[in-house]
């Protein structure tokens, strides 16, 4: 299972060291070594297990199934997200503490200006 893409649909082997990885990050993490490239590629779809190689200087739009299953492999990538934490009490209670990246956060009310805020905390 591959960290780096959630979804990936085929596994990918390394024409260098030939050994299958799930995408480039992967070889990246495991190999001292960098990736090689090359014009043949060797593909295994991981909805029915086989392997298949495409050309890729002749690549089509046809080519993005696998020739065995028609599994469509070549989709938007799913990368993982990051998620919102909690430190402290119960957010049901008081959710203060929570914040959105999503949501246009307002600006903190202070008593004094910015320029007094700014004397007031030696910046």
């Known amino acids: ?12 082997r390394a ?4 050994k299958w990885f799930d995408c480039p990050e ?3 993490e495991t190999q ?3 990736l090689a490239k090359t014009i043949e590629m060797a593909f295994m779809c991981k909805k029915c297990k086989k392997a298949f ?12 199934y696998c020739p065995h299953c028609d599994n469509h492999y070549v ?3 799913k990368t993982p997200q ?3 934490g909690v430190e402290g009490g119960d957010a049901r209670v008081d959710n203060r503490m ?11 009310r202070t008593i004094w200006n910015d320029d007094e805020l700014d004397e007031k905390l030696d910046f």
């Not at 024409?15 to 030939?18: G, I």
């Not at 190689?53 to 089509?60: A, L, N, P, S, V």
């Open 53 to 64: 190689r495409k050309d890729m200087t002749t690549y089509e739009d046809s080519d993005e």
């Open 82 to 84: 990051a998620v919102v």
């Open 75 to 77: 989709i938007d990538a």
């Open 32 to 34: 001292d070594h960098n």
């Open 15 to 18: 024409p260098c060291c030939k």
């Open 26 to 28: 992967c070889h990246a």
């Open 98 to 108: 929570l914040k959105d990246e999503r949501v246009k956060q307002t600006k903190i």
């Open 1 to 12: 299972m591959c960290k780096h893409v959630l979804n990936a649909q085929v596994s990918i």
